[in-house]
Each structure stands twice: as structure tokens, then as C-alpha cells.
């Protein structure tokens, strides 16, 4: 009996979906990718070799592995050829055999992406045109493929015999007991009805969207888990009630600026700039698509209980442990506290309000990131592990301590394929 597992963003995005689902994918007969556009960025660590995409699959780089690109996308042509070409300028064939364009995915126009750029700065877009596009699918005046293709172009011409029904394929699929990997794009706070609006996408990004995305049902998904970092970040505007500085200070930084001894120095005396710096830094927190330094705060377990209850998780996976190296102490946010009420329920209003409330824990001052072995990392990282489950209301399924595939320990494989 095959699995579906639905990779969902636990936070604000970029949270190492891309380096999960590529870990997992090695079980997986599908990757489907349900929602968003090119305004998300999924970076894989193959060996020697980095890969970027936007709108493919991660997926992609494994043989005999089929991607989908969902109903619920808004794919840009331009950009997917692009990925397409890349790919094939590194000895990786792209055809309908591994890649396969929803007939109903809506594709974004030159028009759409200009007045994306016009008008999408008040809440930090990526001006890509996902929003302009989402807009006229909803007015039911959008492009979509199936009608795209028909066009006498170029790209048309070359996207053609991708495009496909995948609703039929994904659900042949189930019914073939297949193992399905949907990836996730974005992040739970940025889903459009539950994230903190109006500094969301234009989509949704949580596991019913990959319902919807795909057009299977909600039965059909056998795990859900969430991608969380042991610390949180966020790209552009919006309240984020752990950040470590300010959103103004990380905006106008200089993404070349150098690590000190000087900074770690001041991030263990408490200085929350240089707090924020430090997590950036390690952990290379520049955005994949728009290359915009990262907001960074300490992890908030908050935000990831109401993860899980809007995602209905099973289970999550912890990334980035290793970019604590620099801590002699750890923070962690278990509340919050509005108008001097404590609060352990995530607030869909007056989020620009919230005053974390925090647990410190000990610090591990040591590179964990070639360690091999769950069992042998120091007790201190063991001790921020389990907390971090407790806190959380879920088991955490796996463990990252660094970008390649083999820096992960599985810890509850019954949760995965």
C-alpha cells in the first residue's frame, strides 16, 4: 500500500522544504508540487552539484522519478524553460516521462508581472506576477494552459507536450498504490486565510491546498509534516514577534558583510542585531529567488502549534541545528503576552502586539554539522531536540544538521514511506 505525504511549510517559507522532499524522494514515485509560482525557491545539494528551482520539482534531479506541476500552480513560461534548459545543460533530460504541467495550472502573462512590480511592494511580493495572476483566476479571466499551448509561440510550442490532465495520473496513481510526494511551497503564516494577512501569498500553501492543488481528496493524504528550522525567519514585511533586530536593519543589510568574532561576541551579550546576523550567516539566510537577506528570531513554538492545528500534522522535521554552533545559550518562544494577557494560542489579530515569552536552554559552542550519528551528538543538542517536541505537540520525524543529504537523521521512519 503506497503512502501521500504532504511537505508543508511550518512557518514564514524557506524553512529546507526543497533539501527534505529531495531526501525523500528516493522512496517517492511522484513529486507534485499543488500551489504558488516562481515566487518560491527550493535549493538541493547534489554532491558537488547545487540545483535552484523555482517552479520544477525537486524531484527533478532523481531518475525514474515523475514531477507534476499542480492544477493550483501559476507557472511563468519563460522561468520553467529556463529551469528545463538548465537542466539539460547539466546532462539531465526533461521530458513528459519526469515532468508533466497541469492542463489547468493558470500561466502568468508580461502584464501580470509588470503591475505585480507596480503594486506588490506594499506587502513585500516578490514581483513575479502570482498575485496578479491568482487575481484573474479568481475573476475567471485568467490564461490557462491547456489554452496557453494552443498560442503560436515558441514557448508554447515547447511546453506543449508537458501538459497534461494530472488529476488522472495522480489518482491512477493512489489507486496503483504508488508512493505521492507533494512538496510544499511558502509557508503556513503566509497562506492567504491563515497566515498573517495581508503579508501572505496568494495561495494556499497549507495541506489543503495541496488537496485542491492536485484534485485528490483529503483521505488520500497519509502524512502531513512540517518543515520547521530550530530557529525562525521571515522575508520581507509583516509582524514576527521572535525577530532578532529589526526588519529595517536586515533589509538594508549588506548581503557581502563578513562574520566577526566581534559579532558573536555581542550576539552572546544579548544584542539581538548581532543575535540575527549570526543565524543568517550561518545559516546562509538569502533568499533563493530574490537573493533578500532573511529576517531571523529564535523558534517559536507558537507559530508551530498552529501549524499543526490548521495542517492537521503528524509529524515534523527540524533543519538547521547546526547554526547554533556560535550560542553559549538558546532561546525558545513557549507564549506570548498581549496587552499583558499570556496567550499560548496563535492570534489572528494584534500579532504586531505579541511580546514573546521565552525558556533559555544551554548552548552545544561546538560544529555538530558532520556528525553521523543521532546518538552522538552532544547532550545539550539532544536536550533543545526534545523540547522542541514537546513544545511542538508532534514527533519530530527527522533531523538536519547541514544542506547535504547525508547531514539528516531519520528518527521516526514509521512516519515517513
Known amino acids: 500500500m503506497g503512502k501521500t505525504i504532504a511537505i508543508i511549510g511550518g512557518a514564514f517559507g524557506d524553512e529546507g522544504k526543497g533539501k527534505i522532499v529531495d531526501f525523500l524522494t528516493e522512496k ?228 557581502d558583510v563578513e562574520l566577526t568574532e566581534e559579532d558573536i561576541k555581542k550576539a552572546n551579550e544579548g544584542d539581538e542585531y548581532s543575535t540575527g546576523l549570526v543565524l543568517r550567516k550561518r545559516g546562509a539566510e538569502y533568499g533563493t529567488t530574490t537573493g533578500r537577506a532573511r529576517r531571523t528570531g529564535w523558534f517559536d513554538a507558537v507559530i508551530v502549534n498552529y501549524a499543526r492545528r490548521i495542517n492537521g500534522l503528524t509529524s515534523i522535521v527540524v533543519t538547521k541545528l547546526d547554526c547554533f554552533s556560535d550560542f553559549k545559550k538558546i532561546k525558545l518562544c513557549v507564549a506570548y503576552k498581549i496587552d499583558g494577557k499570556k496567550t499560548e494560542n496563535f492570534p489572528l489579530t494584534n500579532l504586531e502586539k505579541a511580546e514573546p515569552i521565552y525558556e533559555e536552554m544551554p548552548g552545544w559552542c561546538c560544529d555538530i554539522s558532520e556528525v553521523k550519528k543521532f546518538e552522538e551528538l552532544p547532550k545539550e543538542v539532544k536536550a533543545y531536540v526534545k523540547r522542541v517536541e514537546e513544545l511542538a505537540g508532534v514527533p519530530i520525524s527527522i533531523l538536519s544538521v547541514g544542506p547535504r543529504r547525508d547531514q539528516t537523521f531519520i528518527l521516526r521512519k514509521d512516519l515517513l514511506f
Open 28 to 255: 517517492a514515485d511522484i513529486v507534485a508540487r499543488a500551489t504558488g509560482g516562481n515566487n518560491a525557491g527550493h535549493t538541493v545539494v547534489v554532491g558537488d552539484e547545487k540545483f535552484k528551482f523555482n517552479l520544477i520539482p525537486s524531484g527533478i534531479v532523481h531518475k525514474n522519478k515523475l514531477n507534476i506541476c499542480g492544477n493550483g500552480m501559476v507557472i511563468y513560461p519563460p522561468k520553467i524553460i529556463e529551469e528545463i534548459e538548465d537542466l539539460e545543460k547539466r546532462g539531465y533530460n526533461v521530458s513528459n516521462k519526469n515532468l508533466i504541467l497541469s492542463s489547468s495550472a493558470h500561466v502568468i502573462t508580461e502584464k501580470q508581472v509588470e503591475l505585480d512590480k507596480k503594486t506588490g511592494g506594499k506587502v513585500g511580493t516578490t514581483g513575479r506576477g502570482i498575485g496578479p495572476c491568482y487575481m484573474a483566476k479568481i475573476e475567471r479571466t485568467g490564461l490557462r494552459m491547456n489554452e496557453f499551448i494552443k498560442q503560436d509561440s515558441k514557448e508554447a510550442k515547447r511546453l506543449k507536450p508537458l501538459v497534461k490532465d494530472t488529476y488522472v495520473i495522480l489518482n491512477e496513481a493512489l489507486e496503483a498504490g504508488k508512493n505521492i510526494l507533494v512538496e510544499g511551497a511558502q509557508g503556513t503564516l503566509l497562506d492567504i486565510d491563515h497566515g498573517t494577512y495581508p503579508f501572505v501569498t496568494s495561495s494556499n500553501p497549507t495541506a489543503g491546498g495541496a488537496c485542491t492543488g492536485l484534485g485528490i481528496g483529503p483521505t488520500k493524504i497519509t502524512e502531513v509534516i512540517a518543515i520547521v528550522k530550530a530557529y525562525t525567519t521571515r522575508v520581507g514585511r509583516g509582524p514576527f514577534p521572535t525577530e532578532q533586530g529589526t526588519d529595517e536593519d536586515t533589509m538594508n543589510e549588506n548581503i
